[in-house]
């Protein structure tokens, strides 16, 4: 009984994401942090996320329409800034109504791809819009502290943080349970960060308490601590928009299209990939090499393979463009590889999956494992067996700016020609023992 309520509560650790668990499953979508103005492409894809995301929207709208109607008869900053945070919140939808309406345009001879970057565009509105809300809850917090005076029904404020509360654990559950439905780990997440808003609105209650204590301070003190929290929000937001509309992608796309392409037979290599937004759909180049004595129909009848098996791997995935090289020379793969690095090895295990290789960084080369999907607290070593019976150790370090990079200190000596072994280890002494080899490309010799 118990643990059905909690199930329903959306307190249990099932489903595509839970922050009790202790894996990282992104599956093609990238990160998902709380931000607003960029929805992920995966609640798009079906009626039900839609369905999620506008019940979510009505839900936070009632909520901070309540909350506002108290904040004008009690002059209260605190809960000036928890309803800037709910309003915020509830506006995440817009782009993504703004999007769906003008993106079913069809192409015209002005707009030949569509109206997509219209997201975009709606994306930096809202941040600004939230910019210019959080320096207005800033100043009204500041401001009471030079000019401090009383705030009016505090009974009525303290309610106001309990319907905060209940507006948000209520968007919690409801996405959560719908997120489980559909195994959307970006909705689940959702859910989780309205949980956490929730506990925000809580504070509303404190401050009011301070003050019926005798304490006019802790008003203006908690309306600042939450102007602090949608200034994180619009930092966040204003990176992902920003990047979104400079063509930015997650690196893990174009490891999916590598790893799509091992699953095609005829593709010699993968010479170059492009990938970049257009409102919720991934836009992609990919040029291939392939063995310059087939046909026209065998090369035609690949690359249409290889397009089937990408929209397979990449549900956000619009139009692929699929070209063949012509030059006979390997270009720089999208992947960070050098110039005359080997081919990548690709690890996929119940510990990790992603792609490990050589890598030119500003400090030389450097032996890098890039995961799409890890568990918590992952420790990788790569072991290399030189021809005189020596090994050389590598210990791969987590990158401090991205957790889905592990690299070495030291370059890998040379010649980049080897055998070498891989070794993952987990949480409760999981360990993994991966052998692989690694051969430089044809015409490269020290």
């Known amino acids: 009984?118990?643990?059905?309520?909690?199930?329903?509560?959306?307190?249990?650790?099932?489903?595509?994401?839970?922050?009790?668990?202790?894996?990282?499953?992104?599956?093609?979508?990238?990160?998902?942090?709380?931000?607003?103005?960029?929805?992920?492409?995966?609640?798009?894809?079906?009626?039900?996320?839609?369905w999620a995301i506008k019940w979510s929207f009505i839900i936070l709208a009632i909520t901070a329409a309540?909350?506002?109607?108290?904040?004008?008869?009690?002059?209260?900053?605190?809960?000036?800034?928890?309803?800037?945070?709910?309003?915020?919140?509830?506006?995440?939808?817009?782009?993504?109504?703004?999007?769906?309406?003008?993106?079913?345009r069809r192409p015209s001879a002005r707009f030949n791809y569509g109206?997509?970057?219209?997201?975009?565009?709606?994306?930096?509105?809202?941040?600004?819009?939230?910019?210019?809300?959080?320096?207005?809850?800033g100043y009204e917090a500041i401001d009471r502290f030079v000019h401090p005076h009383s705030i009016q029904l505090l009974e009525w404020v303290a309610?106001?943080?309990?319907?905060?509360?209940?507006?948000?654990?209520?968007?919690?559950?409801?996405?959560?349970?719908?997120?489980?439905?559909?195994?959307s780990a970006a909705l689940i997440a959702d859910g989780y960060h309205a949980r956490t808003d929730g506990l925000t609105s809580l504070a509303v209650v404190?401050?009011?308490?301070?003050?019926?204590?005798?304490?006019?301070?802790?008003?203006?003190?908690?309306?600042?601590?939450?102007?602090?929290?949608?200034?994180?929000?619009?930092?966040q937001s204003a990176k992902a928009v920003v990047t979104r509309s400079l063509d930015g992608v997650d690196p893990e796309f174009a490891q999916e299209i590598h790893h799509a392409a091992g699953h095609v037979k005829g593709i010699d290599k993968i010479v170059d990939v492009k990938a970049r937004w257009l409102g919720h759909k991934l836009h992609a180049d990919v040029t291939i090499?392939?063995?310059?004595?087939?046909?026209?129909?065998?090369?035609t009848s690949i690359a249409a393979d290889l397009q089937n098996e990408l929209h397979e791997?990449?549900?956000?995935?619009?139009?692929?463009?699929?070209?063949?090289?012509?030059?006979?020379?390997?270009?720089?793969?999208?992947?960070?590889?050098?110039?005359?690095?080997?081919?990548?090895?690709?690890?996929?295990?119940?510990?990790?999956?992603?792609?490990?290789?050589i890598v030119d960084t500003p400090d030389g080369e450097r032996m890098r494992l890039t995961v799409t999907r890890h568990t918590e607290g992952l420790r990788a070593v790569v072991t290399i067996k030189r021809p005189n019976k020596t090994l050389e150790t590598l210990p791969l370090i987590v990158s401090a700016d991205d957790h889905h990079v592990l690299q070495s200190e030291a370059a890998p000596a040379e010649p980049h020609e080897f055998e070498a072994t891989l070794s993952l280890e987990g949480p409760g002494g999981k360990f993994e023992s991966h052998p692989f080899a690694m051969k430089e490309p044809a015409g490269h010799h020290h």
């Not at 109206?115 to 809850?137: H, N, P, Q, T, Y």
């Not at 004595?293 to 090369?299: G, S």
């Open 289 to 299: 090499a392939v063995d310059d004595k087939l046909t026209v129909a065998e090369a």
């Open 159 to 183: 309610v106001a943080g309990v319907i905060g509360f209940i507006g948000n654990e209520a968007v919690a559950i409801f996405r959560i349970r719908v997120g489980r439905e559909m195994n």
């Open 115 to 137: 109206l997509g970057r219209v997201e975009d565009m709606a994306g930096i509105l809202i941040v600004l819009i939230i910019l210019f809300s959080a320096i207005v809850a």
């Open 1 to 50: 009984m118990f643990d059905s309520i909690k199930e329903w509560l959306g307190f249990s650790g099932q489903g595509a994401h839970s922050h009790a668990g202790h894996g990282h499953d992104h599956g093609g979508h990238g990160k998902h942090g709380h931000t607003h103005g960029v929805i992920d492409p995966s609640l798009t894809s079906s009626g039900r996320g839609v």
């Open 313 to 357: 791997h990449l549900p956000p995935l619009g139009t692929v463009t699929v070209q063949f090289d012509r030059t006979g020379e390997a270009k720089t793969p999208t992947t960070g590889h050098g110039h005359h690095a080997p081919k990548p090895f690709q690890v996929v295990s119940p510990l990790a999956t992603g792609l490990l290789g």
């Open 66 to 104: 309540l909350q506002l109607g108290v904040v004008i008869l009690s002059d209260s900053v605190a809960l000036l800034a928890d309803t800037i945070h709910n309003i915020g919140d509830a506006t995440t939808a817009i782009p993504l109504w703004v999007a769906f309406v003008l993106a079913r």
């Open 206 to 235: 404190i401050g009011a308490a301070g003050v019926w204590a005798g304490f006019p301070l802790a008003d203006p003190i908690i309306g600042l601590l939450i102007t602090v929290t949608i200034f994180g929000i619009v930092w």
